[in-house]
Structure formats: C-alpha cells, structure tokens
C-alpha cells in the first residue's frame, strides 16, 4: 500500500521569504506524485504533478516540486512567497493514475503568510 | 479549466434525516467519480469511487448503507448521507476525472447535522 507523510503540519513565513513544504512517499512500485492547494471552505486546485520524465516539475502561481527517488521525496518549493500563498497544501500519490486510479493524500500543511 | 460543481456548498439538516449532495461535471464527462470526506484541520480522506453505470468501490470502513452513491450519468454523481447524525458533519468533496486521466476537485459540501 501506498502512503505519504507530509512533515510539518504548519509553516509560518514571512513575505517574500522562500518556503519549502516537505513530503516522503512509501510505496513498492513507481508512483504518480501531486501538490494541491486548498483555500478556505473551498475544494482543490492542482499546483503540478510529476507523472515522468524531468524530475523537476514548475506549477502554478511560482511553485516548483522536485522528485526523488532515492529519497522518496516530492518536497515543494517557492523562491518568494505571497500573502495570497496563506492555505493549506496536501501533497498526493497515486499508483494507478494513468489508469483512472485514486489518490492518497498526506495530512496537510498549512503555509502561514506573515507580513 | 474544467469545471466540477457540488451542490449544496452547506447544509444543515436535523438528526435523523436523510441528504443528498450532488457533484457535477459542467463541461467534460466523468467516466469516474470520487467521493473524499474531510474533517477540521484534517486530510482528505478517500470515502468510495463512484463509475458511471455501475456499483460503487467503498474504501475499508466506510458504510455503504450509510453513503449511498449513484453515478447515474455521465456527469453527475451523488451521496445520500442516511439517517445522518452529528458525528457525519463533515466537509465531503467529490472529484470528477476526465477520459485523458486528468483530475479536477468540486468546491466541497459542508454537513452540519444538528
């Protein structure tokens, strides 16, 4: 079975600082990896995905994922962070994507913009 | 981008009572439906997968008597909360996936169930 550990629960930064939002994976076979974003009372919305080929994924709004394989680690990035950045992230895994399979989330980090 | 609507976003319903939530696919359609449930400050948490014309896949401890899904369509999936009581009240959040295997969230449906 698959699962993912996100290890900071939250992350307060200051504006225009650079943040690093970690996560690990477990699984046994190859894996499909993602980031999402989650405002307030609201559903989710795709920062990027690593499905293949360059290990360095760029997404939306500035951010940027690496994925390692050695590490099992899919730790999300940004340079210079907003005040709009404040929410909750959610880094997932899906062994079976390209086949219509699910995902499986880790347990959220909420990012805290500070001015 | 693609667009999936839920329909309540909120609903407060009596002890007892039955509610249904509706997850649609505006503008593409949906071989496949998921239905996640998310507590407070928590993750989300996969509750059943739903397919087009077919019974759904519950996940290991959800009811399925309790969560009733019908993907009657291609477009349009539901959960019926049965004889729900406060411990249901939850954020639940369906995702409809297009042919090309891309993924997209609907807003979430707050049950507050009194």
């Known amino acids: 079975a698959q699962s993912v550990t996100q290890l900071d629960s939250q992350v307060p930064v200051f504006e225009e600082a650079p943040v690093e939002l970690r996560c690990n994976y477990s699984?046994?076979?190859?894996?499909?990896l993602f980031w999402y974003v989650q405002y307030p009372n609201q559903g989710l919305q795709l920062l990027l995905k690593y499905l293949s080929g360059s290990t360095l994924v760029k997404g939306i709004n500035g951010f940027e994922a690496e994925f390692n394989k050695s590490q099992t680690s899919f730790h999300l990035r940004k340079p210079s962070v907003h005040i709009s950045d404040t929410a909750e992230y959610f880094c997932a895994v899906s062994v079976t994507y390209n086949q219509g399979g699910k995902l499986i989330f880790g347990q959220g980090t909420e990012l805290s913009v500070k001015p | 981008g693609a667009v999936v609507s839920q329909h309540p976003s909120r609903v407060i319903c009596k002890s007892g009572t039955s509610v249904k939530i509706e997850c649609r696919s505006l503008d593409f359609q949906a071989t496949t439906m998921f239905w996640y449930r998310q507590f407070p400050k928590q993750s989300l948490m996969l509750m059943a997968t739903?397919?087009?014309?077919?019974?759904?896949?519950?996940e290991q401890g959800v009811e399925k008597d309790k969560f009733l899904i019908n993907h009657a369509s291609l477009t349009l999936s539901t959960l019926t909360v049965t004889s729900a009581h406060p411990e249901d009240s939850s954020f639940y959040i369906c995702?409809?996936?297009?042919?090309?295997?891309?993924?997209?969230f609907g807003e979430g449906s707050r049950l507050t169930v009194l």
């Open positions: 995702s409809a996936r297009m042919d090309r295997g891309e993924l997209f």
């Open positions: 739903s397919n087009e014309g077919s019974k759904a896949t519950y």
């Open positions: 699984s046994s076979v190859s894996v499909y």
